[in-house]
């Protein structure tokens, strides 16, 4: 696509569900990134996907959070057992290749209010 | 660990202004940086790339520039305008990763 797709935009849910967030990054984009902002904060890394593989997930702010690519296409943020200080916006990124000359792009994010 | 500051927190000028953003980051050891812009409910926007081994980078009324042996740089924005109104985060990013650390951003307000 054009830009980088981000769904939901928003999602509200309860402490203790699950929640799914995708990312469709621009075709042909080989890097992909997951960011988190928490109010008032800046940008948090979280995850870091090259291809389908993840070498760094050091981000990852705990054995609750995951995530997957598949087809070095859309990938998949998944909080499990969801606490209220997850809420958050999560940004995806795409990028041509993981170079650090390679410019980034980001989606709009997904607003995640846990109640 | 790098760390990233930006300096103001907040800014707010008529418009017309010219005015000056900071950036400090703690390890020079960088790839390149970069100045994006934010708009409420939006995505990052990248404004200006600069790499290491530039000196400064130019976009329209846009200008930043990097000082990597001090860890500085600087967008300076020419003749604000009230569409200029956005949180502008800087961002490096580290010869000995691939991530980008970003600072907190400066929340910039132009008034009419």
């Known amino acids: 696509g054009a830009g980088v797709s981000q769904s939901p935009s928003n999602k509200v849910t309860e402490k203790g569900k699950d929640v799914e967030l995708r990312c469709d990054p621009i075709s042909g984009h080989t890097a992909l990134y997951w960011y988190r902002q928490r109010l008032g904060q800046g940008l948090e890394f979280l995850i870091y996907f090259q291809g389908n593989s993840a070498p760094d997930k050091s981000g990852l702010p705990s054995d609750r959070f995951s995530a997957e690519r598949t087809g070095e296409s859309v990938s998949t943020l998944t909080i499990q057992r969801t606490q209220q200080e997850d809420s958050a916006v999560y940004l995806c990124a795409s990028s041509v290749g993981g170079s650090g000359a390679n410019v980034l792009t980001f989606g709009a994010g997904s607003r995640l209010t846990v109640l | ?112």
């Open chain 2, 1 to 112: 660990k790098q760390e990233v500051t930006q300096i103001p927190a907040a800014l707010s000028v008529p418009e017309g202004e010219n005015l000056v953003l900071n950036c400090s980051f703690t390890d020079s050891a960088i790839y390149n940086l970069q100045w994006f812009r934010q708009d409420p409910g939006k995505g990052l926007t990248s404004l200006l790339l600069i790499q290491s081994s530039q000196r400064e980078q130019t976009s329209g009324r846009l200008n930043a520039s990097l000082d990597k042996s001090s860890g500085r740089s600087t967008l300076y924005i020419a003749a604000s305008q009230p569409g200029d109104s956005a949180t502008y985060l800087c961002a490096v990013r580290s010869v000995s990763n691939y991530k980008l650390t970003f600072g907190k951003g400066t929340l910039l307000t132009v008034n009419p």
